[in-house]
Structures are given as structure tokens and as C-alpha cells.
């Protein structure tokens, strides 16, 4: 019996985790949010670091998880072209400690 309360309260805590789980759509309508990757990290308002692995994606700290369909993804996000277009803007960093928001007024976006 404590085995199942056990093992039912971790699937309700990890249910309740949001992962930065990633798809990248074609087409800007598809998109929840729209990201524009800036060539500065200090034009950034969030900057994003690529993990290997789906259990590597952060809970809403930068640490991305692309995954390859659209229905096991978090967010579907679409590139655009122009910096006026984007909900956001990002830099993508080398190393996992970089990662993190610069303007936490749009951290909703990803919620």
C-alpha cells in the first residue's frame, strides 16, 4: 500500500512539472509564442541553452528540449524574421549555466 501512494503521489508531482519542451512550427500561426534570435546576449530577454535530453528541460528557466512533434512539445514556437515581429527575443549560449531569463516580464509567455 505505501508502495502506490508513493508511486501515485510522484506521478501527481510529476504532472505538475511544466518542462521547456520545444517544437518549432512552420508557420507563425501555428505558433504559441514567436522568438526572434539576436545576434547579442545582451539584446536577449531570455537566453536559451539546448539540453540533450527530454529530462534535462528546465521548468521555465531557459533550458530548452526540441522535440520532434508538435504534440509532445510545451510550446510550439515559430522563428521569425524581423526583431519587431517576436513575443521574445533570444540568444542561444554554449554552456548550461548561461541559461536564464534577462527580462523576466516575459516569462509568461512560456507558462
Known sequence: MKKFVL?????????????????AVDYASQ???KVFVVKYES???LKV????YESQAG???GKWFFTS??????????????????DVKIFFVD???QAGWRNSAKRYLFY
Not at 501515485?8 to 517544437?23: E, P, S, Y
Not at 541553452?49 to 540533450?52: L, P
Open 69 to 86: 512533434f508538435a504534440s509532445k512539445s510545451k510550446k510550439k514556437i515559430f522563428f521569425v524574421e524581423y526583431e519587431s515581429q517576436a
Open 31 to 33: 505558433a504559441d509564442v
Open 7 to 23: 508511486l501515485l503521489f510522484l506521478f501527481v508531482i510529476a504532472g505538475t512539472i511544466q518542462a521547456q519542451k520545444i517544437f
Open 49 to 52: 541553452f539546448k539540453v540533450k
Open 59 to 61: 521548468d521555465n528557466n
Open 43 to 45: 539584446q536577449a530577454d
Open 95 to 97: 554552456y548550461e549555466s
